[in-house]
């Protein structure tokens, strides 16, 4: 069977890595934040005057997002890489990836949460199973009207679920922002606070590559555009959003997820009624 030509640019586009400088304006850092080798890597610097950040040129509303981040090595305790999702006001949506240092030897915390109309506290933290520092690993959100999904290296960890219907608020009209950035935050950030930033080993640096959004981006005229890869503006929802429109987790990934959070979870909101003064969230009884 004859393949089409539009099938093929498509799943050429659909593949295709996106150019840094393109993609992104490094915001803050005076410097310390640098797009190197023809715009296929970004690097964040932080030393103990400031760290660096940078964010999307385009805002989307819903997508699978996936960067590659190799973390700062070596004694990295005190710094926060912040990698996540965003709205801007007082009720904004957010969608977090962060990472928090340790010293040498000992692994990486990853923290994620979900903020919706400006409420958070919805924390999970994980140890990573690997050394985030050594080489390049891919950190996904998938977001859409029903899910957002956390994935490391394609392994689902955690599934955020749509309960409007139960009155619990979900991420779903707000355009966010891509953002990340390299900071110090040796006052929570390492054994809640105890283990402060060895400045000696600064300047610390994280390295990005292999960023690709398949997503609805939206317009200046505040449409979200799907399907942009070949120039057509559809309504989010259509074939040409793509299959994480609609994706949710099969059983084989939910017992992935499963096997993560039973080996590799250290906190979770919805076991520690102490964390919120009004009880555990709605969401974590269902």
Known sequence: MAVSVLAILLASCALAVA???????????????????????????LDKVSGSGFQSKHEYLFGKIDMQLKLVPGNSAGTVTAYY????????????????GNVTGEPYTLHTNVFTQGQGQREQQFRLW??????????????????????????????FKNLEGKGIAFPKNQP???????????????????????????????????????????????????????????APGTGA??????QELDLTRQQ?????????????????????????PAECSM
């Open 19 to 45: 150019s840094f400088d393109k993609e992104f304006d490094i915001t803050w850092g005076d410097g310390r934040g640098k797009i190197l080798n023809n715009g296929q890597v970004l690097t964040l610097g």
């Open 85 to 100: 999702l965003s709205s801007q006001g007082p009720t904004h949506d957010e969608i977090d990836f962060e990472f928090l």
């Open 176 to 234: 966010m922002r891509l953002y990340s950035s390299l900071w110090n935050a040796d006052d929570w950030a390492t054994q809640g606070g105890r283990v402060k930033t060895d400045w000696s080993h600064a300047p610390f640096s994280a390295s990005y590559r292999g960023f690709k959004a398949d997503a609805c981006v939206v317009t200046a005229a505040g449409r979200p555009r799907c399907g942009s890869s070949v120039g057509t503006e559809v």
């Open 256 to 280: 992935r997820m499963r096997w993560v959070q039973s080996n590799y979870m250290i906190y979770n909101y919805c076991t520690d009624p102490k964390r919120v003064a009004k009880g555990l």
């Open 130 to 159: 690997f050394d985030a520092t050594n080489d390049f690993h891919t950190y996904s959100i998938l977001w859409n009207p029903k899910h957002i999904i956390f994935m490391v290296d394609d392994m689902p960890i955690r599934d």
């Open 241 to 246: 959003a793509g299959e994480w429109y609609n």
